[in-house]
């Protein structure tokens, strides 16, 4: 099983992204899946995560600019942001909740700047 993430880039502050999580296998088959970010020389984060019932769950700063969702069709997990601001540049990863490791990765770069 496999977790490529993409969809990452430049964005001026105000702007909005789409991140897509693309599983090797039935994306609704993972009881919960989640998204995480990074910085350099900080601990990796909780952003958001999805449960196979459809509850969703954000990080209280986040709420109400990020959306968590997942397409079965396309066997994809997405997370739509809006309203960006310089706080949210990381490397944006997805795995499940609890992360596993053979599941990390090499993330998609978010950078938001003017």
């Known amino acids: 099983v496999r977790l490529v993430e993409s969809g990452g880039g430049l964005v001026q502050p105000g702007g909005s992204l789409t991140l897509s999580c693309e599983a090797s296998?039935?994306?609704?088959?993972?009881?919960?899946l989640a998204w995480y970010r990074q910085v350099p020389g900080k601990e990796r984060e909780l952003v958001a995560y999805?449960?196979?019932?459809?509850?969703?769950g954000y990080a209280d700063s986040l709420k109400g600019r990020f959306s968590i969702y997942r397409d079965g069709a396309k066997n994809t997990m997405y997370l739509q942001m809006s309203d960006l601001n310089p706080e949210d540049t990381a490397a944006y990863y997805c795995?499940?909740?609890?992360?596993?490791?053979?599941?990390w990765g090499p993330g998609t770069q978010v950078t938001v700047s003017s």
């Open positions: 795995n499940t909740r609890p992360p596993v490791r053979h599941l």
């Open positions: 296998t039935n994306i609704l088959s993972f009881g919960a």
């Open positions: 999805s449960i196979s019932n459809g509850v969703t």
